[in-house]
């Protein structure tokens, strides 16, 4: 882990989980707190919704701090993926059609994915306990954030390598892989760095997904968690750098829906 002011290193089909998911644990609540503390991952368009913020603006390559470090990681999760394999599921996809059958199916299908990230969340905290591993500080370009593989290969992380938990989880679940992103979070009262999964129903508001709980503990919208600020939205192949409403140059460049 890195300290506050810079960025740090974060980490299955379900069976693949369970098997790999079954050791650690002791001071958990203490080790949350040096995960935020320390950071577990730390920078700031799409235009601000209710959230605030604009997540899917056009990353600062000069300024933002974990531009390479994202996209270092990037590469490696493309390259060097687990032995198993993600299927992509087939996914009702809601469209701007009329017909009420289709938006029905469309609110059931929210609904249902909405109780699974529930589901998805309770379990992953649940395991980051028994598998979390505490990160001293050290320097930031030198401690990489473990891939999916390494996760699994290590069968433990801080909270840069636990966040995967619920990432993995929810794309085997069938969720739409363009509505799935990471993302650095900052706690603005000190500074501290998190990482966690942000499902993006909606472009402006996502849900927070946190594999830890030092975010949130329940699935929320960001707009419910004051005093956080995004600083870096990425998956495998797209990174964005999160704007605030106040930002004069925010440029909506359109978002996971193409909207």
């Known amino acids: 882990m890195a300290k506050a002011t810079g960025p740090s290193s974060y980490g299955v089909s379900y069976t693949r989980a369970v098997a790999f998911l079954s050791h650690v644990g002791t001071a958990f609540a203490v080790a949350v707190a040096g995960c935020c503390a320390l950071a577990c991952a730390s920078p700031t368009g799409s235009a601000p919704g209710e959230s605030g913020f604009a997540f899917f603006s056009e990353p600062r390559r000069q300024t933002d701090p974990w531009f390479e470090k994202v996209r270092e990681w990037q590469v490696r999760e493309r390259n060097d993926r687990p032995d198993t394999s993600f299927p992509e599921p087939a996914t009702l996809r809601r469209k701007r059609q009329s017909g009420q059958l289709r938006i029905k199916m469309g609110r059931w299908e929210t609904t249902e994915r909405l109780a699974m990230a529930r589901r998805v969340a309770d379990w992953a905290q649940g395991e980051a306990r028994r598998h979390y591993r505490f990160d001293p500080p050290t320097d930031a370009a030198s401690d990489p954030w ?66 830890i709980g030092a975010m949130t503990f329940k699935v929320r919208r960001f707009s419910e968690l004051p005093g956080w600020t995004p600083t870096a939205v990425f998956n495998e192949r797209e990174q964005y750098t999160p704007r605030s409403a106040t930002d004069a140059s925010v440029a909506r460049l359109g978002g996971p829906h193409g909207k």
């Not at 993302?183 to 996502?206: C, I, K, Q, S, Y």
Request: glycine residues 6%.
């Open 146 to 211: 473990p891939t999916t593989k390494d996760l699994l290969e290590t069968n433990g992380d801080d909270c840069d390598g636990l966040d995967l938990i619920a990432y993995e989880l929810l794309r085997q679940f069938g969720f739409p892989p363009e509505q799935l992103f990471r993302a650095v979070v900052r706690r603005n009262r000190d500074g501290a760095n998190h990482m966690v999964t942000l499902w993006f129903d909606e472009d402006e508001d996502p849900w927070v997904i946190d594999s």
